[in-house]
């Protein structure tokens, strides 16, 4: 089958996954907030926000399945890096969207059981700009639920922006980075298109909203600690603060 041929190689990408998160594990301290322990066995769609370039990495190393991101298409240039891509499971999307080929690719990986990854602000974003501010974003990921009929399961990452800082690198810095998985919400099938899409569009932003308000409280973060540009948390002198431990990752 073409979906299967292109869908990656499994052994290596859960491999270079046990490695990353050894790797990341060095020099960062991670947090998880979960508000399930048990996600659907079958497919769904992962959204969250958006801060940096070690997002994707993280991410797919601490959630509880594999994650098939969608990745910009630029990463796709190189033959490399596009090897990389799609060894990884990965597929390309354009960031201007109307890429009805990575909805296809998209619609394909959920048919055989796969969890697919979508940052839905088309780009790193931090301030004003960003999901954790209810800043607007790429509506895809609902029409891809409704086609889909599968269950979108936000999620929130603070913290990776620090890791742009190469002395944050170093073991004894253990930058800490907070997770938030929420909980799987459902499409609405059985209303119009257009209707279902604004009704999950909404549920999943005041999610994402709820889960960063939760991530502030429960481990006392301050604003420093909420996304910054790459440029500010390179200037950026950071020490690293006792916190409220929760549940490690």
């Known amino acids: 089958m073409p979906i299967k041929k292109e869908s990656g190689n499994r052994a290596f990408s859960y491999v270079c996954r046990y490695l990353v998160r050894l790797i990341f594990s060095w ?28 997002d994707p990495p993280m991410l797919g190393s601490w959630f509880p399945r594999y994650i098939d991101w969608m990745a910009m ?7 490399w890096s596009a090897w990389l891509m799609r060894s ?10 109307g890429d009805f080929g990575s909805v296809r690719a998209a619609l ?19 301030g004003p700009g960003s999901i954790l501010e ?19 399961v936000p999620c929130v990452i603070v913290g990776t922006d620090r890791l742009y800082r190469p002395r944050n690198w170093l073991p004894f810095r253990r930058v800490p980075i907070w997770m938030g998985f929420g909980e799987p919400i459902k ?4 209303l119009p298109r257009e209707e279902a899409q604004t009704i999950l569009v909404d549920e999943v932003r ?3 909203l709820a889960l960063r308000g939760e991530l502030v409280r429960y481990y006392g973060l301050d604003p420093s600690d909420l996304p910054q540009t790459p440029q500010h948390r390179k200037r950026e002198n950071f020490v690293p603060k006792n916190r409220k431990r929760g549940s490690a990752g």
């Open 73 to 79: 298409e630029e990463l796709y240039s190189n033959r």
């Open 88 to 97: 990884l499971c990965a597929f390309p999307v354009k960031r201007l969207g």
């Open 108 to 126: 394909g990986r959920l048919k055989i059981g796969r969890v697919v990854g979508i940052f839905p602000e088309g780009g790193i974003r931090a």
């Open 187 to 190: 499409p609405q099938t059985d």
């Open 27 to 54: 020099s960062c301290r991670v947090r998880r907030l979960r508000k399930t322990q048990a996600y659907p066995s079958g497919p769904f769609i992962v959204v969250a926000n958006h801060i940096s370039h070690f």
């Open 206 to 208: 005041r999610s994402l």
């Open 134 to 152: 209810d800043a607007p974003v790429w509506t895809g990921f609902a029409g891809l639920s409704i086609l889909s009929d599968q269950p979108v």
